[in-house]
């Protein structure tokens, strides 16, 4: 999937927020929805793609049964890959830290900030939050 995204900033955010969740990628019901492989017509390089809008189909239809976190990941991937218009304050609401944490990496990500060295603080710092 990375080689399939390169060069384009919304996807690369987008696949490696799925890649990070982990779930959706090792689940057979989610590949044969929504991921198509192939080669890189060029290079020959191996890779695959995302049809975000057939996973968010197969979703709704029921057929890929998930959390809701698991629900709000491949919602936020699928905005910032093709555009899809959510409610970032619903899909936000609720992530843990960690997922929490991978989202805004992607958002970073997306808006043009990957190369950089990002410091994303986690936990609590100096003492007591308020």
Do not use: Y
């Not at 384009?8 to 955010?13: H, S, V």
């Not at 696949?15 to 020959?44: M, P």
């Not at 919602?75 to 989202?103: F, H, K, M």
């Amino acid at each position: 999937m990375r080689a399939w995204a390169k060069g384009l900033l919304g996807l690369e955010a987008a696949v490696e927020l799925l890649i990070g969740h982990g779930t959706w990628l090792t689940r057979a019901d989610f590949a044969a929805a929504a991921l198509t492989s192939g080669r890189d017509g060029i290079t020959g390089v191996a890779m695959a793609s995302v049809d975000f809008p057939a996973a968010l189909a197969a979703r709704r239809a029921g057929g890929l049964p998930c959390s809701s976190s698991e629900e709000q990941i491949l919602a936020l991937a699928a905005s910032i890959a093709t555009g899809v218009p959510v409610a970032l304050g619903d899909l936000v609401s609720g992530l843990d830290e960690d997922n929490a944490v991978r989202v805004a990496i992607a958002v970073l990500h997306a808006a043009g900030f990957g190369g950089r060295s990002v410091l994303v603080t986690r936990g609590r710092q100096g003492g007591r939050q308020r």
